[in-house]
Every structure is written in C-alpha cells, then in structure tokens.
DNA sequence: GCAAAAGTGTTTCTCGTACACCCATGG
DNA sequence: CCATGGGTGTACGAGAAACACTTTTGC
C-alpha cells in the first residue's frame, strides 16, 4: 500500500430524509437519539457505512433497523462534509431522500432509536447535528423532482383516486391546481390503468380508483417520453 | 466516544469531472497517475479528503495542485460507494463537476499527475476505477442542467457571439437548434448585455459581443424567474 | 465579386389556462 | 332532499416551431 491510503480517515455515515404522506399532509420521519452526542434528540435515521455494504445498502440497512420500513423509494440526495458538522471528530453523511406509502405502514423504533415518529413538515422538533440544512435540501429535491419524474406516486396507495393525486401535487408544490386541467394532462399521458374499481361505502359519487402503469412508462421513456405536471 | 465512532473507517475521496470548450468541441481534463493504483493510467483529476477542509474545498485544492485551475464553476455530482471500486481498500468519493472558460487556460500538471490534459468527449482513453461511470453520470446531469439553469455561460469566455452561444448548447444538447429561434429566446431573457463591441478582422460580418447579466438573473430569479432554453 | 458568417419577421399550430355546472351516493 | 365530493368541455391567448433572404466584411 503506498503512502495516499493511510491519510487519517472521516467517519462516513447515511441520514436518510423520510417523506410520508398522510390524509393530505406530507409527513417527515424522525427518530430520537439513543446515543451521544444529542442524546434524546430528535434527529434524521441513519448510521455508520460498514466495510462490506454499498452506501444505499447502508441507508436500507439503516431505515430497516431503526424504522422497521423496507422496500421503499430510495435515492440519493447530497453529501454533507462540513469540518464541524458533528461535535465530536469528523463525520461526512451521505444523505438519501426516501417516499413511502404511508398508509396501512406501521413503525417499529429499535437500533439506535429511543422512538420514532411521524412530523408535519413545517412543524417538527430542533434537529440534531445539521440535519435541518439536510432536509431543506430533500424537500427542495423533492418540490423540483416530483414536476418532473413520476415519484409522486411512491406516497399514494398502489390504488388512488385521481383527488388524491391531485392533492399530493398541491401540498407538495405548495399551490392550488385546476381539477379539469390537472384530470386533463394526467390522462392525456396515459399512464393511469383504470382498475375498473370505485371507492366504497362514501356520502357521494364513488371515485374510480386507477393505478399508476410503470411498465408503460419505462417503455414510453426509452421513446424519448418526458413525464411533466 | 461511545462505541459508535470507532467503526471502521472507509477513505474518502474527491474526484472532479471537468468540461471545457474548445472551438465548439466538448472536452474533459483527465490526469495521468503517479501513484498505484492504475499507475499510468489516465483518471479524473481528484484525491483525498484531509481533516480539516470541507468537501468542496478538497476538490478546489485537488485540481489547483493536479491541474493548476482555480476560481472556476463546481457543483457536487454524487457520491459513489461501490465496496470494490478500488482494488485496494474502501474507498468512497465524492464526485464533483466543473465548467471551465477553455480559452486562454493553460495547464499545469503537477501533485500527484504526471501529466495533464485535454481529451474529446467521446474519444478519449480508457479509465482507472469507476471513473467512467462517474463521467456518465456527470455527463447526464450537465446536459439535464445546462437547459434550466444558465451555467453554459461557464464554458465561454466573458464576452461572447450569439452563435457561440447556440454552438454551445447544440454541443451540449447534441442536437441542432434553430438560429432565429434561438436568438429570439435567449434575447427576449433580457440577461444579455450588449458589450457595443464587435468582433475585429473577420473575413464576413463582425458579430456582436455579449455578456451575461448575473446581477439581473438573480434578481430575477428572485422574482420567480426561471431560465429555460 | 465572392465566400462566410451575421442578422432579421411572419405564419402556423400546439398547449397552457381560465372557467361553471351536473352527477352519484349515503344519510 | 341535501350535503359532499366526482366528473366533464370549450374558448382564448401565449409561446414554440417552421422557414429564406439580406447584410457586412476581408480577400
């Protein structure tokens, strides 16, 4: 080995950046801290990178252990490596962002994690280290992504009314869509399956229940398809 | 410390993809290596993170020392993790990309280059580690950016011709646009200042010389604006 | 006067936007 | 029968796309 590998190492972690959506309000997993520093703080999940595991294995990994959540939406973010951005020694975290269909999905706190929970975006507990800068970053990501690339859908139920996906754009976007023309450009794409279902049991016209048809939009993608809302 | 420090630690690397101009050709900067591994082999210029310098400063202070460039465009790209990306020990690195004014540049190889220079596009020697992946991936995103955000300006000298400029984005694009479309877009932006000067001894008509308007982008932007060619 | 690049307008068509009423269902 | 959300069409205007000729300059 020459000389360059044995320069003093960073510690390198993941802090993953949660998104849930809930009855139509986005929702933001945090777990609190079971170890220094910021013990019993709130704080992003996320741990140290093993030796033997990719960085997105780590961030599974992670979310698996400390969350109970698997099978998820999982891309990376940014890579943080601010010289004090932990108290202690030096730590450089690769963040990831993550969408899960909340709904009928149960958490479960172990790992590092006292508890965890669920926080309405713009109302949630200080954050350790510099995980707030973390997650403006994630829902900058997320507001400039989701116009652009169909992920909203990871947030929905496999199964969703068209009002659904309409208020997911609206609460995500932050503003107010036209239902005729919103129903109008989503269905010119033609990427909604017609499951031939409605929703049941509810005090006016049952909605139809369509889902998204991936496979339609990888092929539409290799024609040089470009999803926009 | 707890427990939790004392993982063991992977090494952290910056690597840089750098994109220039040249008379209307696209290129990158590729360094020859001093060291093992994939001594003599061409790579992206780059090398490890120190303690006490943050991730961009280590790919500033990178390619000053291995290229002899400072002071230009740098954005992160993505952080590559793979386990056995490097034949010797973990390695994880933080990829970064940058955009330099080609003309009126020289280099210098020095650090841990033997050599340094320029290669087209898509003629360019074979790469140590993952280094292609990594310019694949850099090439993808400047092509997704340049379109939304004005960092084509970046790759020009200060004052430039309209048809540099379209050059520019028909090179980027790879694909070609229409001139009167192309000047009546970019014009009607507003975010070009008219020098008032000409190009000098050119055998047909002297172009016209412009400027971006950085102050009046952000001023813009600011406002809501949102640049698309 | 010719080669070479600069510069310039109009028409057509597509797509985004604005906008209001009837329908189905459960209570 | 009423409250609640589901579902539908058209007219207008802005901006994208297609397209060809004249101007300036050096040699």
Redesign the pocket.
């Known amino acids: 080995m020459t000389y360059s590998y044995e320069f003093p190492r960073p510690s390198v972690t993941v802090d993953c950046v949660v998104f849930g959506l809930d009855e139509g309000d986005l929702k933001i997993l945090l777990v609190k801290r079971l170890l220094e520093p910021f013990r019993g703080q709130w704080a992003l999940p996320g741990g140290f990178v093993r030796m033997e595991e990719s960085l997105e294995e780590a961030a599974r990994r992670e979310l698996e252990e400390e969350t109970g959540l698997s099978d998820l939406f999982l891309e990376q973010l940014f890579t943080f490596g601010r010289v004090d951005r932990d108290p202690r020694t030096r730590v450089i975290s690769v963040a990831y962002y993550a969408l899960v269909k909340m709904q009928g999905t149960a958490l479960r706190a172990s790992g590092d994690a006292e508890e965890t929970a669920w926080f309405s975006l713009r109302n949630h507990p200080q954050l350790a280290f510099d995980h707030h800068e973390i997650l403006e970053t994630a829902i900058t990501r997320l507001k400039g992504k989701v116009r652009y690339q169909p992920i909203g859908f990871e947030l929905l139920p496999t199964r969703f009314?068209?009002?659904?996906l309409q208020h997911l754009y609206e609460v995500v976007l932050e503003k107010k869509l036209?239902?005729?023309?919103f129903?109008?450009?989503i269905q010119s794409m033609g990427l909604l399956i017609d499951t031939g279902e409605?929703e049941?049991?509810?005090?006016?016209?049952?909605?139809?229940l369509y889902e998204f048809d991936r496979a339609k939009y990888e092929a539409l993608v290799d024609r040089g398809f470009n999803f926009?809302i």
């Open positions: 009314k068209l009002s659904q036209d239902k005729r023309n129903r109008k450009k409605t049941k049991q509810v005090a006016h016209r049952a909605a139809k926009e």
